[in-house]
T-cell receptor
Framework: GESVGLHLPTLSVQEGDNSIINCAYS??????FIWYKQESGKGPQFIID?????DKRQGQRVTVLLNKTVKHLSLQIAATQPGDSAVYFC???????????FGKGTLLTVNP | DTEVTQTPKHLVMGMTNKKSLKCEQH?????MYWYKQKAKKPPELMFV???????INESVPSRFSPECPNSSLLNLHLHALQPEDSALYLC???????????FGSGTRLTVV
């Protein structure tokens, strides 16, 4: 079956540092990936997505890297700020359906 | 309008009650979703509606009954729930399979 997992459940960084959150997936048919940020008491907030025909995609202060060979996804946050503190989930969709499967989540804490 | 609106935000219900959760979006998205999220866990897919038709039911107990009256609305009817059904219920929508899924803020459900 499908699984999407994370290597690190928690990550603590200093304000201004760069953060890297990792995610592994097992379904080789996965072709669409999304990173979400979820703050306490709120729903997941879309950060950035990437399709399987790409290796890298950049947004504002964020970069997603996709390594299909080892089935690994990462989210890089530049100049991390206290407002970035949240739980970050990777999610993927595989096959020709609408099912989006979430990974376990990483709690990012930014220390001032 | 780029939001998914869920009501109510909080709901406390007894095990013999019947209640409904509501979700609304006006982005023209043709797919809508219900997810369940327990504390410190990732969201888990329950149902998917595509073009107002149920396309995925993740073996959800019949005490949860989804309904899609039109392309903008999604309901989740609740009946005879158990305390273990207490969770954050999230609604999401997407234009299609390969577009970012937009989530609402959720309904915090407590079954007593």
């Amino acid at each position: 079956g499908e699984s999407v997992g994370l290597h690190l459940p928690t990550l603590s960084v200093q304000e201004g540092d760069n953060s890297i959150i990792n995610c592994a997936y097992s379904n080789s048919a996965s072709d669409y990936f999304i990173w979400y940020k979820q703050e306490s008491g709120k729903g997941p907030q879309f950060i950035i997505d990437i399709r399987s025909n790409m290796d890298k995609r950049q947004g504002q202060r964020v970069t997603v890297l996709l390594n299909k060979t080892v089935k690994h996804l990462s989210l890089q946050i530049a100049a991390t700020q206290p407002g970035d503190s949240a739980v970050y989930f990777c999610a993927h969709r595989g096959g020709s359906n609408y099912k989006l499967t979430f990974g376990k989540g990483t709690l990012l804490t930014v220390n001032p | 309008d780029t939001e998914v609106t869920q009501t109510p935000k909080h709901l406390v219900m007894g095990m013999t009650n019947k209640k409904s959760l509501k979700c609304e979006q006006h982005m023209g998205h043709r797919a809508m979703y219900w997810y369940k999220q327990k504390a410190k866990k990732p969201p888990e897919l329950m149902f998917v509606y595509s073009y107002e038709k149920l396309s995925i039911n993740e073996s959800v107990p019949s005490r949860f009954s989804p309904e899609c009256p039109n392309s903008s609305l999604l309901n989740l009817h609740l009946h005879a729930l158990q305390p273990e059904d207490s969770a954050l219920y999230l609604c999401a929508s997407s234009q299609d399979r390969d577009a970012g899924y937009t989530f609402g803020s959720g309904t915090r459900l407590t079954v007593v």
